[in-house]
Structure formats: C-alpha cells, structure tokens
Nanobody, 115 residues
Framework: QVQLVESGGALVQPGGSLRLSCTAS????????LAWYRQAPGKQRELVAA???????NYADSVKGRFTISRDKTKNTVYLHMNSLKPEDTAVYYC?????????WGQGTQVTVSS
C-alpha cells in the first residue's frame, strides 16, 4: 500500500503562485502515471496535469502555460507549479499515482484564489 501526502495549498491572490507537493511512502519505479486533479464545489473532479514514466506530460487546456508538473525522483515527490492563478483555479487539489495499474489518491489540499 502506497500512501500519498500532499502539501502546499493556501489562500493566494489572483496572479499569484503556489507550489503543491505530493510525496509517496514508497519508491516509484516501473510504469507509472503521476497526476494532479482538482475538484471545485459543485463540480466533478477533473484532470489538471499528468506525467508519465515515458516522460510525456499532459495539461488541461485551462491551465496550459500557467501550470507545470514535475518530479523529484530522489524524494518520491511530484510537484504542481502554479503561476498566474485565477479565481477559477479555486478547488481542492488531489494527487493521483497510477503505479502499474493500481491507483492511489492523496487526501487533497485546498487552493483558494481570492483578493
């Protein structure tokens, strides 16, 4: 069983930046997809960004050019760098690790973009 611990959520003003972190309790090896999702009140959970073991990345259209997903292999951690934040980015952000077909979720971290 792999546990994921997220951090970095906060209240930030429009135009600001945040970095979310998600650290796994086990070493990430093999075939995997590491992703960030978000869920705003009253809306379905949606994919924000994903990083595969092959090195490819994928972003939701709404965050392209503003968000970047990256990984620190030495720390078993995936990051979501968020710039030029907008009020519509307000949501609970969840990390998801798909490790060889088994999926794991973090507990979620709140990001609020408001003046």
């Amino acid at each position: 069983q792999v546990q994921l611990v997220e951090s970095g959520g906060a209240l930030v003003q429009p135009g600001g930046s945040l970095r979310l972190s998600c650290t796994a309790s086990a070493t990430i090896v093999g075939i995997y997809t590491l992703a960030w999702y978000r869920q705003a009140p009253g809306k379905q959970r949606e994919l924000v960004a994903a990083l595969t073991s092959g090195g490819s990345t994928n972003y939701a259209d709404s965050v392209k050019g503003r968000f970047t997903i990256s990984r620190d292999k030495t720390k078993n951690t995936v990051y979501l760098h968020m710039n030029s934040l907008k009020p519509e980015d307000t949501a609970v952000y969840y990390c998801n690790f798909d490790l060889g077909g088994r999926g794991y979720w973090g507990q979620g971290t709140q990001v609020t973009v408001s003046s």
